[in-house]
Structures are given as C-alpha cells and as structure tokens.
Nanobody, 118 residues
Framework: VQLVESGGGLVQPGGSLRLSCAAS????????MSWYRQAPGKERELVAT????????AYADSMKGRFTISRDNAKNTVYLQMNSLKPEDTAVYYC????????????WGQGTQVTVSS
C-alpha cells in the first residue's frame, strides 16, 4: 500500500498550490480520502474529506472557500487545490485513506511540505 503526495513547495501569500496524492495497493474507490495538515508544534488537523465516489465533500471552517478537494478514481488520485494561501497554512500536508466497512482500514502518506512566505 502506498499513498504518495506531491505538489508541495514554497509559495507567496495569496498564491496557489495543487497537491496530489497517488494511491496504490488497495481499492481506492472504496475509501474516503482526506487531507490533513500539521504545523510545527501543533496537532495534526483535518483539512478536507471526500467520499468514496466523490459526491460529498467537507472542509474545516478555515479552509472553506479557499481549498477544494477532488478525486479521480480512474487515476487513483486525490487532489487538494489551495488558493489564497496564508502564512498560517504553512504545514506538512498528509493524505489519508479510510474505510469502515466491512472492516476498518486506514492508510497515511508520508506528507508534503507547504510553506507560505514572502
């Protein structure tokens, strides 16, 4: 099983980045996919979640209107489009796969660094 994030980097405030997470080794379309982030000295927090078929999404309040999660089940990939980035968005962003039925199963990626700074 692998979740490989990419697309992180250094961006100026107000800029945009698109993160990708390529999945392999499991049935991607059976899993809800999420992005989490963890800033230095802080706990990991949920950024956004998308349902297995992609029909439903949910966002943390501070990301609503700025971030968009999407997925392509044909490519086994989930995306996070981040716009209007702020310095407080600086963190390591992690991809997460989770399902609860018929049994619980969860996987994490290794993370990709996003730094928002002028």
């Amino acid at each position: 099983v692998q979740l490989v994030e990419s697309g992180g980097g250094l961006v100026q405030p107000g800029g945009s980045l698109r993160l990708s997470c390529a999945a392999s080794g499991f049935t991607f379309s059976n899993y809800f996919m999420s992005w989490y982030r963890q800033a230095p000295g802080k706990e990991r927090e949920l950024v956004a979640t998308i349902s297995d078929a992609g029909g439903n999404t949910a966002y943390a309040d501070s990301m609503k209107g700025r971030f968009t999660i999407s997925r392509d089940n044909a490519k086994n990939t989930v995306y996070l489009q981040m716009n209007s980035l702020k310095p407080e968005d600086t963190a390591v962003y992690y991809c997460n796969a989770k399902k609860s039925w018929p049994r619980k199963s969860e996987y994490w990626g290794q993370g990709t660094q996003v730094t928002v700074s002028s």
